[in-house]
């Protein structure tokens, strides 16, 4: 292990800004990087159509065809603010210097891809075939990993670096989310002199509000109401209310059900007042849940134990691109790579964990097993 490569690969990367919509030289720089391996790369021409700042690009590494191919997955977006990141690494971690993140969600991911291909290469360590995803605007929606075309990829398992916390957690359960977009419409009139010639916007919401089921439904469920906006003035009766909600649930069904009822009462009390309503429920993502027995997580467990760390399954109450994978086809779940406190200026990851991490990978691929066909 060059520990010494991986902090300063890593320091140059988050050194690089590729905040949302902005990854466009940071991708560059990863190509760049990726084919200087002897990779081959496979550069995709969604950004028109995402509107992200880079396409999404998948490197290949070419192995030995009896051994099952695989795929890592990263992100090369982050988040905000993640301008002239300034990495200092002390007492045994390397943070940012608190006016920004960090960036390790998710160039840890890329730096132990980097990594991993160099010590294959130079210890001459069997392997099959393995693609590494480089993904635009994962923090804003999943954009990029919704525009993969899965048909370009050989490998049907992966693993996502994009956890957080020590190696050794794997999210094997993880949410369908729906965001709805909601719009009133009643009727204006003048508060003081004839208010009931209007109809209110914001109570029809109100009495709608008061009727639904919200923020912990079940042990699986959740819905949120997280914007509110309307009015023109104090003294005319509200005509138009906007609403931005999300419901969540890990049974997906549930969470169809959950956004049915709501519209069901929004659409009462709409009829009730003579107010009319825009209710749009769109599909942020669809959940996955794998059992531990499956062979994936198996295989990474029996990885795990040889580095003599403990398997954490886990679920989580977001989403990443795995759920995309999933969804696409692929079998892929989401691994743990040690940083912590993402998306604040207090991120940070420990040397030791980030060290594992490549060890972990390393011995997912040289120990790579013949899966049965996901389909039967």
Do not use: W
């Amino acid at each position: 292990m060059s520990t010494t490569r991986l902090i300063q690969t890593f320091q140059e990367l988050v050194q690089i800004d590729s905040e949302s919509y902005a990854e466009g030289p940071f991708q560059q720089e990863l190509m760049k990087r990726f084919q200087t391996l002897g990779l081959t790369i496979l550069e995709d021409a969604t950004k028109e159509q995402t509107g992200l700042g880079a396409n999404n690009f998948i490197a290949r590494l070419d192995g030995d065809p009896s051994i099952e191919p695989v795929f890592f997955s990263s992100h090369m977006d982050t988040v905000s603010p993640g301008r002239g990141i300034r990495p200092q690494e002390q007492d045994g971690r390397i943070a940012s210097d608190q006016t920004t993140i960090l960036g390790a969600d998710d160039k840890a991911g890329i730096a132990i891809m980097l990594e991993l291909i160099q010590r294959l290469q130079e210890q001459q360590i069997p392997h099959g075939s393995i693609e590494f995803i480089l993904t635009a605007g994962e923090e804003v929606g999943l954009l990029g990993a919704k525009a993969v075309d899965m048909s370009t990829l050989q490998a049907t398992y992966g693993y996502v670096l994009d956890n957080g916390g020590p190696v050794g957690g794997i999210i094997t359960t993880s949410p369908s989310m729906y965001r709805l977009d909601i719009r009133l419409t009643g009727r204006a009139a003048h508060a003081g002199l004839e208010p009931e010639k209007g109809i209110s916007a914001i109570e029809v919401a109100a009495q709608a509000i008061s009727r639904m089921k919200l923020g912990r439904i079940d042990h699986e469920t959740t819905a949120n109401i997280g914007q509110i906006k309307g009015g023109t003035a104090m003294n005319v009766v509200m005509e138009h209310l906007e609403l931005v909600a999300e419901v969540r649930s890990f049974d997906h069904q549930k969470c169809l059900d959950q956004v049915k009822e709501m519209e069901t009462i929004l659409t009462e009390e709409v009829t009730r007042y003579g107010a009319t309503l825009d209710f749009k429920a769109v599909p942020l993502i669809t959940g996955y849940q794998f059992e531990e027995s499956h062979p994936l997580l198996v295989h990474a467990e029996r990885c795990l134990e040889g580095l003599g760390r403990p398997v954490r399954f886990e679920r989580s109450g977001g989403g990443t691109d795995a759920n995309v994978f999933n969804e696409k086809g692929k079998v892929v779940v989401n691994v743990a790579i040690g940083y912590e406190e993402i998306h604040t200026v207090h991120e940070y990851i420990p040397i030791a964990e980030f060290e594992q991490a490549v060890l972990f990978a390393e011995a997912l691929v040289r120990q790579m097993p013949f899966f049965p066909n996901p389909s039967t």
